[in-house]
Structure formats: C-alpha cells, structure tokens
C-alpha cells in the first residue's frame, strides 16, 4: 500500500479516473487509480473508488478529483496526464481542472466507439443477408441483388478481429500493458484481410 506522503515525492503520475453507474442499484462511483514509474516498472495503484451521492456534473467531478488529489498529496505538477473515459462531464472536468493538453481518452472506450456501432449494422447487415437468402425459397418481391449481397458479405468480413479484440480489451483481466499488443495484432489481421469475392 502506498502512503498519501509518498505520492508527492513521484516526479511524474498519470491519473486514471472513471465514474459509473452501477446497473443493479443505480448508484454512482468514481474511481481514481495513479500510476507511477519506479526503477523497473510502471507502479498502479487503485487510491479510491466510493460513491457520488450528488448528482455527477463536471463542476462535482472536479471537487471530487481535486479532494482526492489533496487527500492523496498529489501535485499538479507532477501530473504527466489524465485517462478517463469519453463522457462529456469527465472530459469536461479534467479540461477545467488539469487543462487539455494532459487529457487523453482512454484506449478501450476510444476503440470500443468504433465496433459498437459497427456490431450493430454487422447485425443489421447479417439479418439482411439471412432475410435474402430466405426470401430465394419463396415467391415475393426481389430485395437484393446478389451481388449486393456479397457485398454485404465483404464489408462484414473485417469486423470480426474488431469485435475480438475488443472484448480482449473489455475482458475482467485487462491491463494496459495489452492495449498495443492488442493494437498491433488488430492492425496485422486487418491488413490480412483480403476481400472474399
């Protein structure tokens, strides 16, 4: 465990903060992790994580993070950035406390905006090809050419390694230390991709 002491002493930190709402019984939790370099390694430490009782704006945000950073001796200065996540109000309140220049989003909501919506058409798109290919077995109006639906076929095809590889960021065991390699073996298999028809 480390010591509030300690931290003011690190020459520089990155803060990771995330608040979220809890499905099960609505209540909202804002969480601060500070890493550090130490001779041999990057040192992370989950300082807090406890329940926002007021409502979740960036002006409270930034009371809370600057309580914290109090609480926990942690100089500005020292601060070399911010992960959060893409909300509105964090990024608000990290521009307002810390500037922008030192906000970065973090890597899997980043990646993680992309694949959403593209999982979503992927469906929608795969459900257009099933409903044409049932269609072919009965008599009823024309929907899609064939080579429409190959094409379909094709756009699909490169979202499976973004699907899979943003679950491995999405997975309870996730660290940071994955997020190149996880980057790296996303780009090789999409240049692998070689179009299906």
């Not at 939790?29 to 960036?58: A, D, R």
């Not at 911010?82 to 964090?90: E, G, H, K, Q, S």
């Amino acid at each position: 465990m480390i010591a509030a002491a300690d931290l003011s002493l690190k020459p520089s930190e990155s803060l990771n903060t995330h608040n979220w709402t809890d499905r099960n019984t609505n209540k909202s939790y804002l969480g601060l992790t500070v890493h550090y370099p130490e001779p041999s390694s990057i040192k992370s430490v989950e300082l807090e994580c406890f329940p926002l009782n007021e409502s979740h704006t960036s002006d409270c945000l930034c009371t809370q993070l600057d309580n914290l950073c109090q609480e926990w001796n942690i100089l500005r200065s020292s601060i070399s950035s911010v992960i959060t996540d893409n909300a509105a109000n964090i990024v608000k309140a990290i521009h307002d406390m810390f500037g922008k220049s030192l906000h970065l989003p973090c890597l899997a909501p980043t990646i993680q905006l992309i694949p959403e919506l593209a999982m979503e058409k992927t469906q929608m798109l795969q459900e257009i090809v099933d409903s044409a290919a049932l269609l072919k077995l009965r008599e009823g109006p024309p929907m899609l050419l064939p080579e429409e639906i190959e094409t379909l076929k094709e756009i699909m095809h490169p979202f499976k390694p973004i699907e899979k590889g943003t679950r491995e960021l999405y997975d309870d065991d996730f660290t940071y230390s994955k997020s190149i390699p996880i980057v790296i073996c996303l780009n090789a298999a999409l240049e692998k991709k070689e179009p299906i028809s």
